[in-house]
């Protein structure tokens, strides 16, 4: 499926824009500050139902409006749909499927998988964890319902055991919670692991190539007991479950003293290591951008094969924070019959060829 049609009204700071995306590279070129990045974030909601930036609903409402709409068209493989998605200066969102209304978001978001690079991601390496396990999480919630379902009920279950910790629950309180800890968090780990290794299954030999032959490797440093690092290792549920039993009772008194969960996916990480070397510790910030741009590489690998479409691809001003070699890269991921939308301040980060087959438009004459 590629998007045929881009609607803002009142979203940001456009009052009414309409676009028709070139079916391969559409690129948005203006001064910082111009609202190139809301054009991105407005793609990213309403094919995902969520923003990279994470922003209050109502500050998407254009000053003074009562209500901001996206709406889209997307085409292909023999089918056609139109999403619209109302937010009003509440911020309560309405969701409709061919103006049919629809309750949750999900309903209304699994037609255009996306992946989204931006220049945060580029400190995938050295960021904090909730970086890295969003950057998962993101991807299995557009793979499976049952991964998005599974991370939100943990979450609930997690927020309420954490409130009876701070509140002096006791043990037998407690009881009833970590029974459901631990049967959706060890579910949760599961999935993340399955996908995290199909993820490094792609990456390596991609850091490979771009590195000239160094080696890459992708461990999951599991918060849920004592499970192994390597995503080379099956890891079924009900040792997943049995770890984080023990792990839970071992660290009963800690958490009763420090009054928080220390024990779920919830504290999980991912650790990346070059030639067997901490790359947090000791790669340098092209080989950290690198291992960024071979994940993405196989976030658009692993949704092709998963869902037997390619996903469209948002670049969000990440052109000026790479160099020459990087770059190349990325435009040759462009070129992989992927749909996608670029940011950039200036055209000069691209090949004259590949300028020709896009469609470049400047940001401002949208307003």
Partial sequence: MRISRLGLRNFRNYKHCDLQPERTLTIFVGPNASGKTNVIEAIQIITTGTSFRSPHWEDTVNWGEDAALISMTADGEGSHCTVDLYINSSAEKRW????????????????VPVVLF?????????????????????????????????????????????????????????????DQLIRLGARLHVHRRRLAARIKQEAVPVYKHL????????????????????????????????AMADEIERRRSEELTRQVSLV???????LFLIGGREARAYASQGQQRTIALAWKWAEVAVITEMMHRAPVLLLDDVMSELDHERRKALT?????????????????????????????IDIRSLY
Avoid at 333 to 360: C, G, H, P
């Fill in 264 to 270: 779920g996916p919830h504290r999980d990480d991912f």
């Fill in 332 to 360: 040759d991921l462009v070129q992989r019959a992927v749909q996608t939308f670029i940011t950039t301040t200036t055209t000069a980060y691209f090949d004259q060829d590949l300028l020709k087959e896009a469609s470049v």
């Fill in 118 to 178: 931006t220049p945060d991601d580029l400190s995938l390496v050295k960021g904090p964890a909730e970086n890295r396990r969003s950057q998962i999480d993101t991807l299995g919630d557009q793979l499976s319902a049952t991964h998005q379902r599974l991370r939100r009920d943990y979450m609930h279950v997690l927020r309420q055991r954490n409130t009876l910790l701070r509140e002096g629950g006791s043990r037998v309180e407690l009881a009833a919670w970590d």
């Fill in 211 to 242: 590195s000239q032959g160094e080696d890459l490797d992708i461990q999951l440093l599991g918060r849920s007991g004592s499970l192994p690092a390597s995503l080379d290792d099956e890891v079924g549920l009900a040792v997943a479950e049995e």
């Fill in 96 to 111: 409709t499927v061919g103006g049919v209304t629809r309750r949750r978001s999900a309903d209304a978001t699994r037609f």
